[in-house]
Every structure is written in structure tokens, then in C-alpha cells.
């Protein structure tokens, strides 16, 4: 990709391993819910572990309280394992409750913050208010979500870029999250997102760039056929 940079999202670390030292991978995320669904308990041993494998190649961990107070002791904590994490405090708390003044001192402190789980462009704009040029944070857009709702969320980012790009703030990120296929990585690439986030099952996918499309076709019928005669269908 020219301009978009793939970042895996998960919590296997054996995927960390695996893709750590290819070039093509150039950062990593994480979530409370990705790391439920790879059975971590132990938080503080998950990121000294991760941290490990990932080099010096930059990774957010996700803080897991609902209270603003508890979240900012939970992010202080996480930014000092390492300089390369960027830590994720949601855009709001489980009640709506707006968590840009926690993100606004913790950026003041010179914390590296990636805001997590936005869809409207209300939330993007109340973000780009507090925002300046010292400040080094992804915005994380939870493009598929949007995409999900019938939305197009393509000419959201291209605003978003333009507004991000008027206003100077050289240390911004955008983030394409919860991307649905590995087309999205094509997309993000040609609007000139900064980043996308995607799982190792849609990166595994990037060899099929430039795949014959009759092949892929028998290649189908092929599979069709197989579990037919696995399963020995009749009719």
C-alpha cells in the first residue's frame, strides 16, 4: 500500500509473532473484546508479553473502566510500560458521557492517545475542537460499523482528512476500524487514511491482489463441489 499503513487487530499473540517482523505490518491494536475472545485475564502480563514481540512498532491498549477517574489511572499506568503505546480511551463512557476532557489532560501530559469507538460526525468534530499540533493521537472511525447502518462513511474520512490537514495538526492520525473486507484496505489506501486496522483473517487475504477471477471461479465450483460429496448430498 502507498499510503495507508496495515495495522493487526487482536489479541492472539501467536498472530503477534507471526506477523511482527513483516514489513507490511506496521502497528498493532487491541481491545477489551478481542482479548476476551482469546481467553487474557492477566492485562499486565498480556502487554508486557505483546510488548515483547511487537518491537518498536506502535500498539494501543484498550483502558477497560467505565469511571473517568479509574480510566485515567488505567491509561497513566498502560503509557509506561512503553513509548511506543498509544493508549485507547473511548469516545464516551457506557452512559454517553463525553471522555474528551480526560483525553485533552492525558494529551496535555504528553500521553500518545488513540480515541476509540467514534461513528458520528458529531463526536469527529467535538474531537477536533480539542485537538492542537502537539498533540499525538489517532482518531479511530468505526468505518464498518457506519458502513453497517447504510452509511457511507468514505466521504466522512475524506472531510475529516481535509478539516484535519486546514487546522495543522501535523501529529494526527485517522484510523479505519472494523473494516469488513479486505477491500476496505483499498479504500482507506486511495483517501489517504493513515491507518488501518484489520484482523489476520482479512490480511491473509492480501495475496489474492491481482488473482485470476476465472481460476478463483473454478476454484469455487471446486470447493462447492467438495462438500457436496463430504457431506454426500443427494437429491
Same mark, same amino acid.
Given at each position: 500500500?502507498?499510503?495507508?499503513?496495515?495495522?493487526?487487530?487482536?489479541?492472539?499473540?501467536?498472530?503477534?509473532?507471526?506477523?511482527?517482523?513483516?514489513?507490511?505490518?506496521? #502497528?498493532?491494536? *487491541?481491545?477489551?473484546?478481542?482479548m476476551?475472545?482469546?481467553? $487474557?485475564?492477566? !492485562?499486565?502480563?498480556?502487554?508486557?508479553?505483546?510488548?515483547?514481540?511487537? #518491537? +518498536?512498532? &506502535?500498539?494501543?491498549?484498550?483502558?477497560?473502566?467505565?469511571?473517568?477517574?479509574k480510566?485515567?489511572?488505567?491509561?497513566?499506568?498502560?503509557?509506561?510500560? @512503553?513509548?511506543?503505546? !498509544?493508549?485507547?480511551? &473511548?469516545?464516551?463512557?457506557?452512559?454517553?458521557?463525553?471522555?474528551? +476532557?480526560?483525553?485533552?489532560?492525558?494529551?496535555?501530559? #504528553?500521553?500518545?492517545? +488513540?480515541?476509540?469507538?467514534?461513528?458520528?460526525?458529531?463526536?469527529?468534530?467535538?474531537?477536533?475542537?480539542?485537538?492542537? *499540533?502537539?498533540?499525538?493521537?489517532?482518531? *479511530?472511525?468505526?468505518?464498518?460499523?457506519?458502513?453497517? /447502518?447504510?452509511?457511507? &462513511?468514505?466521504p466522512?474520512?475524506?472531510?475529516?482528512?481535509?478539516?484535519?490537514?486546514?487546522? +495543522?495538526?501535523?501529529?494526527?492520525?485517522?484510523?479505519?476500524?472494523? &473494516?469488513?473486507?479486505?477491500?476496505?484496505? !483499498?479504500?482507506?489506501?486511495?483517501?489517504?487514511?493513515? $491507518?488501518?486496522?484489520? /484482523?489476520?483473517?482479512?490480511?491473509d487475504?492480501?495475496?489474492?491482489?491481482?488473482?485470476?477471477?476465472?481460476?478463483?471461479?473454478?476454484?469455487?465450483?471446486?470447493?462447492?463441489?467438495?462438500? @457436496?460429496?463430504? *457431506?454426500?448430498?443427494?437429491?
Open positions: 500500500m502507498e499510503n495507508v499503513d496495515i495495522y493487526l487487530d487482536g489479541a492472539d499473540l501467536s498472530d503477534v509473532s507471526k506477523l511482527a517482523s513483516q514489513d507490511h505490518i506496521k #502497528g498493532f491494536t *487491541s481491545n477489551p473484546s478481542l476476551h475472545k482469546s481467553n $487474557i485475564n492477566n !492485562y499486565n502480563d498480556f502487554i508486557i508479553k505483546f510488548l515483547s514481540l511487537c #518491537g +518498536n512498532k &506502535p500498539v494501543s491498549f484498550e483502558v477497560v473502566s467505565d469511571n473517568f477517574e480510566m485515567e489511572k488505567e491509561a497513566r499506568k498502560i503509557s509506561s510500560y @512503553a513509548k511506543n503505546i !498509544y493508549v485507547k480511551i &473511548p469516545i464516551t463512557n457506557s452512559k454517553g458521557e463525553s471522555s474528551l +476532557n480526560l483525553v485533552k489532560k492525558l494529551l496535555n501530559d #504528553g500521553l500518545k492517545i +488513540n480515541i476509540t469507538a467514534i461513528l458520528s460526525s458529531k463526536q469527529l468534530n467535538n474531537i477536533l475542537e480539542i485537538l492542537s *499540533s502537539k498533540d499525538d493521537v489517532i482518531i *479511530s472511525y468505526f468505518a464498518g460499523r457506519v458502513a453497517d /447502518t447504510g452509511i457511507d &462513511p468514505v466522512i474520512l475524506i472531510d475529516l482528512k481535509e478539516k484535519i490537514l486546514k487546522k +495543522n495538526l501535523i501529529k494526527t492520525k485517522i484510523l479505519w476500524a472494523s &473494516p469488513r473486507e479486505v477491500f476496505n484496505i !483499498y479504500q482507506a489506501d486511495k483517501i489517504n487514511v493513515d $491507518i488501518i486496522t484489520v /484482523t489476520k483473517s482479512l490480511i487475504k492480501l495475496n489474492l491482489k491481482d488473482k485470476n477471477l476465472d481460476e478463483y471461479s473454478r476454484e469455487t465450483v471446486q470447493m462447492f463441489l467438495n462438500d @457436496a460429496i463430504q *457431506s454426500k448430498l443427494e437429491i
